[in-house]
């Protein structure tokens, strides 16, 4: 009785460690795949050429580094609609191309 005790407890236990390790591995979305064209390309000029960004694999040297800066997914939706400094407004972009590439800068600038 007891080993069958232990037996179920240890499956619980580690059915709950499966649980928390999926919780705690970054996720990747389409939105994700998305956010790095728009950041790498699908933007006019490319936020490429001027931000790096190490999960896009960009190295620009123009504007802040996104990885340093780490803003939030406002923070840029901001400088999208506004432009900011030396970097433009982007009203190129679709309302929703802004949120994907603003999400996506966000989430891998803390990568």
């Not at 407890?9 to 591995?25: D, K, Q, Y």
């Not at 939706?77 to 309302?95: R, V, W």
Request: net charge neutral.
């Amino acid at each position: 009785m007891q080993k069958k005790i232990f037996s179920h407890f240890a499956g619980v236990i580690g059915a709950v460690a499966l649980v928390f390790a999926a919780t705690l591995a970054p996720v990747a979305s389409a939105n994700d795949e998305e956010g790095k064209l728009l950041f790498l390309k699908g933007a006019a000029p490319a936020c490429a050429i001027c931000h790096a960004l190490e999960a896009a694999g960009a190295a620009g040297a123009v504007g802040p580094s996104m990885n340093e800066l780490k803003p939030d997914a406002a923070r840029v939706m901001n400088a999208l609609k506004n432009g900011i400094g030396q970097m433009p407004a982007y009203s190129s972009l679709t309302p929703e191309q802004m949120k994907i590439l603003s999400e996506y800068v966000a989430k891998a600038s803390r990568e």
